[in-house]
């Protein structure tokens, strides 16, 4: 059997790793644009090829799909899911995990999501405008000063989301500044590039709460969940600096979060049923492959939407993957023949911590983070217990150069999400650059510290939202305006 | 001592000197004297600094000229300490608050061949300009300069190609603490109330020895040397605001935790007890739920809140007096009063108040129960305490004290009462000006 994974970085080198697991040694080819080390390694170890080239463009896929007689395709990224790569590859006849380009619009585009959600009244949306003209998005934020996230409607590879507290009156001036700068930006540049979308940005409102990731496979019709992880944003320290595609993540014991209650998990499960059978509706046709909730418990709702993904997570698929027992290849076969619904996936008891590794750069300016050499000692990491995804990187010559973007993955497990943390940050440096380079990564992340936070911040979120529910009034909006009376906004 | 404030937005586009204002407004209580804010937007340096509260000082003219995407602030107790001090050369700009006392003035001087009459702030950050214009590299010049430093040094600085650095000492006598605000910028301040006053979140303390390094691209932090706790006991009891947290204790909790202390340990029968404004407020209030006593509003202050204790002259202090303590006079009228105190230093404003209660209102009994230990020394590291000589606790017992001031009875707790208050181990914190360790 031939399977051929699109994509090369640290979430398909775990995915290529499920693969590799196979009890029906597969052999494994690639395709992606850059010389992934780990994913290399794979290949020629099942008598498979990496072959470099474009994973968005759909003849190229499909040839190569075709060339090398592959049995199965499976994309790991969003990018050729929204050129329409599944798409020729079904018309084709080839075997392929991955939405295809009309489902993948739940991730691609933020505006269309919402709008889904709305339609279908499925919990955990939130209140959202949609601008097509950048005088109606700045006409918007001058009357209404509040708590926002300004994003691009498109996915912009994570760039450009703007999340402004506007709470304290004095400092509104300021707000409205960066606001109305942010949002010309995002018309001028971050959204300039694309033409495959009519809305150009999203104004949401802002929400508070632990955010979390449950990554979901699909027929289009049963949706299977992954454990939840727990990805962080933010590029530095202490969850500081600019938002990232993520540092690190975890997973704890009892395949569970120790922030999130089996009812929330649950609750979010459905919200993810229901908006996949939503978008069967919507769209049509059917789809099969992989989508994800980035999740957040929030005051409004409890589980809430924040995006989706037509993917696992990167890095959250880190954390997951290698903890799956249930044969890869059995997974794809089912949700190919449509019977998932026979699959129960099973999951080692594990807790877990990815942290990534970023040459400094990411994730503004990746010109300077590209072409770096790096050196990882895979033996001292892995005597450590560690284990290493090859990410942003690209083996040139002999050696590896990185990318501009996270450029490996450090995955740990243990017995606890603290443990698991404390082996990925002793593993941390053996990871360096030959020319001297600066990489940075989240010591926090996994730490008491940090754990203790978020368990804090979910049991004020979950105060709130459990006080609502008792009233009735989830997911609604009552205010008194003085000289107009009562407001009711039902969501 | 000062208050300090850096601001460093990862997003150009942000303009912070606003915000940096309003943190200074949530500082203003560690200083009264001066107020300065500087900012960058990564080419140029721009400083504007004056006499006064932070409110007289910045105009809206100001505020709109100050632009940049970084910055840092100050409020100074010390009328000649005027920061934010920015110092050049050729090329390079360095900007810099400081809040301490350096200890190796003489070592320092010698090393980099700067004057030593300097004060600290400019002292310190003559120093640091030195190390960038030698290593061209701000955050190994700010590594070595702290590396070198003897004493107690919080720092924030900056310099005019977008870079940071932060640094508590070793000892983190004086608080500083980090937060941040969504994707778009990291905040240091000496208090945390500064932090929830931008609206920005709390993350935690800036830990003893613990160094900082900001750009665009990375923010580092690297233990520079291994901590030798010695939090300062002062700030619980008076300096700090109630509603900061420093060193991971809350400032109330340690407030309230003193107001018990004195209702088990220092009980006097009264009809009535009262607060001064604004610190000794939660004392008189846990007192009263511990022992059942009423408590009341006594005072209210006219014009600005003024920190009467660290105003550099006797006139001012006198002045700020009056205005803060018009007494209520229902309150105290026939009554046995029990009056409770942050701090009595030089004894003349519970004198001048115990004369105002006992002979113009007529409380018919006048006690005093101090929720600080005796003040007997000044400060070695460069808080604002008197000279030992005109401390009132470092020459007369209690009883004297009482005599003096023209109360029943007088108290006030010791330095072992206030270390179980703020609950942190003894000897990570610094009693000196209490006569303790």
Partial sequence: ?491 | MSGLIGIFAFDELWNVSRILYYGLLGLQHRGQENAGIATSNGETIQVFKGEGLVEQVFREKILMELRGWYGIGAVSADPNDKQPVIVSDDSKQVALVFSGKILNKQELAAKYNVNTELIDADFVATCLLKEYSETRDFYEAGLNLVKNLRGISNIIAINNAGEMIVYRDEFGLKPLVVGSFGFDYGAFASESCAIDVIGADLKGDVHPGEFYYLNQYTVERKQVKEPRPKYCAYEYVYLARPDSRINGVWIYDVRRKIGEILAEKYRVDADVVVGIPDTAIPFSMAYANKTNTPVELGFISTGRKIRTAIKPNQFERLIGVQLKLNPIKPVFRNKRVLIIDDSVVRGTTTKNTVSLLRNRIGAKEVHIRVGSPRIVSGCPYGVEIPPEDELIAAHLSEEEVATVVGADSFCWITNDDLVKAIGLRKENICLKCFGGE
């Fill in chain 1, 1 to 491: 059997m031939k399977v051929l994974i699109v994509g090369g970085g640290s979430r398909e080198h775990a995915i290529t790793d499920a693969f590799y697991r196979s009890t029906h040694d597969p052999r494994i080819y690639a395709i992606s644009s850059n010389a992934n080390p780990g994913i290399l390694r794979i290949c020629k170890e099942t008598g498979g090829e990496l072959i470099k080239g474009k994973i968005t463009d759909p003849v190229f896929v499909a040839d190569t799909a075709e060339r090398i007689g592959a049995d199965l395709v499976f994309i790991g990224p969003e990018e050729p899911l929204f050129h329409g790569v599944p798409d020729k590859l079904e018309n084709r006849g080839i075997p392929v995990i991955g939405l295809n380009s009309k489902a993948s619009e739940i991730e691609k585009s933020k505006a269309f999501m919402r709008q889904l959600m709305w339609k279908y009244k499925i919990p955990g949306r939130l209140r959202f405008k949609a601008f097509k003209s950048i005088e109606d998005a700045l006409a918007y934020i001058e009357e209404y000063a509040e708590s926002v996230a300004i994003k691009p409607a498109r996915q912009a590879g994570g760039k450009g989301v703007k999340v402004i507290a506007d709470i304290q009156a004095y400092l509104r001036k300021v707000k409205e500044e960066i606001k109305k700068k942010h949002t010309e930006r995002i018309f001028s540049s971050i959204m300039a590039k694309y033409r495959d979308i009519e809305d150009k940005i999203l104004i949401e409102e802002k929400v508070e709460g632990p955010e979390y990731t449950i990554q979901c496979i699909t027929d289009g019709e049963t949706v299977l969940a992954f454990p939840p992880v727990q990805d962080n944003k933010h590029a530095f320290e202490m969850e500081m600096g600019p938002e990232t595609g993520g540092m690190g993540s975890i997973s704890g014991r009892g395949n569970m979060l120790p922030f999130l209650t089996k009812e929330e998990y649950r609750e979010s499960i459905k919200i993810i049923e229901s908006v996949v059978k939503a978008l069967r509706k919507e769209i049509g046709q059917e789809f099969r492959g992989v989508i994800s909730g980035q999740m957040m418990l929030t005051m409004v709702w409890g589980p809430t939407i924040i995006e989706f993904y037509a993917r696992f997570g990167d890095p959250e698929g880190v954390n997951v993957l290698p903890l799956l027992e249930t044969d890869m290849i059995d997974i794809c076969e089912a949700i190919l023949s449509k019977k998932l619904h026979k699959i129960k996936l099973r999951f080692r008891d594990r807790a877990t911590v990815v942290k990534a590794i970023a040459p400094r750069g990411y994730p503004n300016r990746r010109d300077l983070a590209r072409n770096h050499p790096l050196i990882v000692d895979e033996d001292k990491i892995g005597k450590l217990g560690g284990r290493v995804f090859y990410g942003s990187v690209d083996l040139v010559n002999g050696k590896m150069l990185t990318g501009g973007s996270r450029a490996v993955e450090i995955y740990a497990e243990g017995e606890s999400i603290e443990e698991a943390a404390e082996i990925a940050e002793k593993c941390v440096a053996f990871v360096r650059t030959e020319d001297g380079w600066g990489l940075f990564h989240r010591s926090d992340i996994g730490s008491p510290f940090s754990l203790r936070r978020m368990i804090e911040l979910a049991e004020l979120v979950r105060s709130v939202y459990t006080y609502r529910k008792s009233r009735g009034i989830l997911g609604k909006y009552i205010d008194w305006i003085p000289g107009r009376g009562k407001i009711v906004y039902e969501f």
